[in-house]
């Protein structure tokens, strides 16, 4: 009984990621487009500025869009996780920027270098001025690697360690050296910085997998797993936090609260953490590195970020509800550069969009805009393979389930995992052509 069984459910699944592909794909309705001779601005051609720029390309007739990048490669930054645990190779993540990006839309392959809000200007590192009526900052954020004392990115895949949020193709060394891990076994170490930070749960998840491989292979018994928590939660949700406290408990992984990794030592396999009480180090067969993540230095030196909070970070001054900043009605932020409480995920991308875009075409029509971001945030939170909890939260911490009464959001479920695993990438390429 046991095949047909089997078979069924594959089935199942298969007309299931079919359905989630299908209906996350669904493009909507067409608005209303507006004339307009505006200069517009978008700074990162990421998931945020893309999309963006899709979105505003199809409203606005006669204005210039001008989107603002030097990568060429695009990142689907929500697979990072699914190729440090051998899920899916290194090119499941990669795609080019210039074949998201509509026609009529300008895209100058240099960073910038320079951004003038007085005088509305824009500067690349090529030296080319851009003057803009707006200016849409979606630059998203940078891991300052350098923080961590005795790491280099010259040593991920090597010597116990890992650090899948570099790029595809680290992660994909990170898992070579967790699967070498998991084989001989050790002390583990994972954990999270103290700063703000791109999908707060991906920490958590390459944890459980960590846990989930080793149990795989049978070689459980041979690995201490330990999670640094930055502070005295393990999520920023308490009734989250208190979940992964009690799966930890279950599975055997140990957290130490108020624990920030400073430094390690690649020859002695010793990790530093800042403690309340003073430094104090961890030894470590395996220990996968994520560094505080701040503001890109283009918009700390432009003065427009926040002056009585995150002033480590240099977030944008953004008005928490409209996203758009505070001291310069014509700019508004989109993604995890913008300075409000929630909301550095793929998820809260999509909801930026229609915020921004209601307000600026309200704004270029003379009008008030009526949209608010409400700081919807999701997570996917990965306990093991094949299975998940679906996450979805808000600024006052509420849990805002999408399929409230279908998908319990605190239950490991297989559904939760197909929607990560299948359903969410062809949201997130929905996203990225205006269409979700």
């Known amino acids: 009984m046991s095949r047909p069984l089997a078979a069924s459910r594959r089935g199942f699944l298969g007309l299931s990621a079919a359905g989630l592909a299908a209906l996350a794909t669904t493009a909507p309705a067409r608005a209303q487009t507006i004339r307009s001779t505006a200069r517009i601005v978008i700074l990162g051609a990421g998931a945020g500025g893309t999309a963006f720029a899709n979105r505003i390309a199809r409203r606005l007739e006669g204005a210039t869009i001008t989107i603002v990048d030097g990568r060429k490669e695009h990142w689907y930054q929500p ?31 240099e960073h910038a270098a320079a951004i003038d809000p007085v005088a509305k200007s824009v500067t690349t590192t090529g030296g080319t001025r851009l003057d803009y009526d707006y200016l849409i900052v979606a630059t998203g954020l ?55 930070m791109k999908c707060a749960g991906a920490p958590l998840k390459i944890t459980f997998l960590a846990e989930d491989m080793a149990s795989r292979k049978g070689t459980r018994g041979k690995i201490d797993i330990t999670y640094a928590a930055q502070n005295k939660t393990l999520f920023g949700v308490p009734i989250v936090s208190e979940k992964v406290r009690m799966l930890f ?146 600024y006052n911490n509420n849990l805002v389930p999408s399929f409230p009464g279908i998908i319990p959001p605190l239950e490991e479920l297989w559904i939760s995992w197909l929607m990560k695993e299948v359903a969410l990438k062809a949201t997130y390429n929905a996203m990225l052509r205006g269409d979700a």
């Open 142 to 196: 940078v891991l300052d690697w350098a923080a961590i004392e005795g790491f280099s990115t010259d040593l991920i895949g090597k010597e116990g360690i890992s650090a899948h949020y570099h790029s595809p193709e680290a992660a994909a060394a990170s898992f070579r050296a967790l699967d070498a891990f998991t084989d001989k076994g050790g002390k583990a170490l994972f954990g999270r910085p103290a700063t703000e």
């Open 249 to 394: 408990g279950d599975r055997g992984i140990v957290p130490a609260y108020d624990h920030v990794l400073k430094a390690i030592d690649p020859g002695a396999r010793l990790a530093t953490y800042a403690t309340p009480d003073g430094d104090t180090q961890l030894p470590y067969d395996f220990i996968n590195i994520i560094p505080p993540q701040r503001a890109p230095q283009v918009v700390r030196e432009a003065g427009l970020s926040w002056a009585d909070k995150w002033t480590d970070q240099g977030w944008l001054e953004v008005d928490m509800k409209t996203l758009r900043h505070l001291r310069y009605p014509e700019i508004f932020a989109i993604g995890d550069v913008a300075g409000v409480p929630k909301g550095k995920t793929a998820a809260s991308v999509k909801w930026h969009q229609p915020v921004v875009e209601d307000h600026l075409l309200a704004q270029i029509a003379g009008k008030e805009g009526t949209a608010t971001f409400n700081g919807y945030t999701s997570c996917p939170l990965i306990t093991r393979v094949g299975r998940a909890m679906l996450i979805e939260f808000d």
């Open 79 to 109: 697979g990072f996780t699914l190729i440090a645990a051998g899920l899916k190779p290194a090119s499941y993540s990669v795609s080019q920027t210039a074949d998201w990006l509509p026609e009529g839309v300008n895209l100058i392959a």
